[in-house]
């Protein structure tokens, strides 16, 4: 279905940069671990085993070094609220993707 204009603009407005990096979901029954695949200013993408719930608080804890220029103090040990999480598509690597905003 695609977006009127007006849904299109306020959907993001932060550029977001591509990343590949490991860490260690927080949730209220348990840590996981994901990779991170885009972050953006106020949010980042992940890719999980764990099916997330929208609303949900996360707290994200790296598992690997970041890449150079990112200052990973601004990620790790970060907080935030799912905002979606969906199945992925059977070839890919994880079950499922999650929007996470920052708090």
């Known amino acids: 279905m695609p977006l009127s204009g007006e849904q299109k ?4 407005t932060k550029a977001r940069r591509i990343m590949d990096l490991k860490c260690l979901t927080c949730l209220r029954d348990g840590f996981y671990e994901a990779v991170i695949m885009n972050i953006s200013e106020d949010g980042l993408y992940l890719e999980c085993d764990h099916e ?11 598992l690997q ?10 990620l790790n040990e970060s907080t935030g609220t799912v905002r979606w999480c969906r199945p992925l598509a059977e070839a890919r690597h994880r079950r499922y993707g999650a929007g996470v905003r920052f708090s």
Not at 9 to 12: D, L, Y
Not at 52 to 62: A, K, Q, T, V
């Open 9 to 12: 603009e306020t959907r993001r």
């Open 52 to 62: 997330m719930r929208p609303g949900e608080n996360i707290r994200i804890h790296l």
């Open 65 to 74: 070094r970041a890449p150079a220029g990112f200052c990973p103090g601004e």
